[in-house]
């Protein structure tokens, strides 16, 4: 794995803080009804992301739910296309036809962003097939829910990979809740890892609030899938700060709760790292964090002045399928 260096440190604050302050203008903005339908933020699970980030080589992709803002920007994406598709505008990543839960980017090895529960699952594992039918360098990371993890493709999938030894990692990012359904009310059991012991694939629990820790286990399952050793299940205990989705009124959990996690957040136990080992001054933090602010405006300035796409564009690519460029890998 990729040593874990100062740059390292300074990066996963940069970053995380960006996802973090992006979604919180995405909410202010769904508050003023720019942002339509559905709004499903990832605050509080930014080290699964970016622990993953640091294993990942070149060619290996990602696909998950519609809780899925951040990902595509952590892989390169320019985040001011990605606030602009979810205002709906045409220099959105699909042209504002796909909105807050469909982020796409092939280009950037992002393949979504999926509005039905579990349905990512086995395209994740469809991805990884065509790697090694067609012998590609590239293992797919394939994410759900602790409430996916009860969908029956999922086992389907597991089935099929560790049949065919794919070169997949499965992640369950259990955020304790699905939707409001607590994970304890769902199964006989609370350990979703343990799902990958009945067909004998590598499974095991992660602490998803500390980047170091994703990294190591992504590091190892990676190069596992990579070497031709098949699929992973790693079950990212993680924990949502905000709803399920922006009307969530989160009646099922007490706000102690929330309180009792944010004393774990990945963003502050990164930042106090740094200032542990004396990686940066005050001075210089306060920098990073004005930076990054300002970024965020930019990425809301691009949005709100874009244009929304012409009607026609609904019917060319519906009916006629004419070669707009983000059709190209359909």
């Known amino acids: 794995m990729k040593k874990i260096t100062k740059d390292t440190y300074i990066n996963w604050y940069k970053d995380m803080l960006f996802w973090r302050k992006f979604e919180d203008k995405l909410a202010a903005l769904y508050i003023q009804q720019k942002v339509r339908g559905f709004l499903h933020l990832y605050n509080g699970q930014e080290a699964v992301l970016a622990g993953a980030l640091h294993a990942m080589g070149k060619n290996d992709?990602?696909?998950?739910?519609?809780?899925?803002?951040?990902?595509?920007?952590?892989?390169?994406?320019?985040?001011?296309?990605?606030?602009a598709e979810l205002l709906?505008?045409?220099?959105?990543?699909?042209?504002?036809?796909?909105?807050?839960?469909?982020?796409?980017?092939?280009?950037?090895?992002?393949?979504?962003g999926h509005g039905i529960v579990g349905g990512q699952i086995p395209l994740g594992a469809g991805l990884a097939f065509a790697d090694k039918y067609f012998e590609r360098d590239g293992v797919t990371l394939t994410y759900f829910g602790d409430g996916a993890a009860r969908q029956g493709s999922l086992h389907e999938t597991f089935n099929m990979a560790i049949t065919w030894k794919l070169p997949v990692v499965f992640i369950c990012e259990n955020n304790g809740y699905a939707m409001g359904t607590?994970?304890?009310?769902?199964?006989?059991?609370?350990?979703?890892?343990?799902l990958g012991l009945g067909y004998e694939m590598p499974c095991g629990p992660v602490d998803g609030m500390n980047p170091v820790k994703v990294a190591e286990a992504m590091n190892e399952a990676i190069e596992r899938?990579?070497?031709?050793?098949?699929?992973?299940?790693l079950e990212m205990k993680t924990y949502r700060y905000r709803g399920h989705s922006m009307s969530d009124a989160q009646k099922y959990r007490t706000k102690e709760e929330v309180e009792e996690y944010k004393k774990i957040?990945?963003?502050?136990?990164?930042?106090d790292i740094i200032r542990e080992k004396k990686y940066a001054s005050e001075d210089e933090i306060n920098a990073w964090n004005q930076e990054i602010k300002q970024k965020v405006e930019a990425c809301q300035k691009f949005a709100e002045e874009s244009p929304f796409p012409n009607k026609q564009l609904l019917y060319d690519v519906v009916y006629e399928q004419k070669d707009y460029p983000f059709l190209k890998h359909r």
């Open 61 to 83: 992709k990602m696909i998950t739910a519609y809780r899925n803002h951040v990902q595509p920007i952590g892989l390169g994406v320019d985040p001011k296309k990605v606030m």
């Open 88 to 112: 709906g505008k045409d220099t959105g990543t699909s042209h504002g036809l796909g909105g807050s839960m469909h982020i796409f980017s092939p280009e950037h090895n992002f393949y979504g």
């Open 182 to 194: 607590s994970v304890e009310r769902t199964a006989n059991h609370e350990d979703i890892w343990k």
């Open 225 to 233: 899938a990579r070497k031709g050793g098949g699929p992973t299940l």
């Open 265 to 271: 957040d990945p963003i502050s136990q990164v930042l």
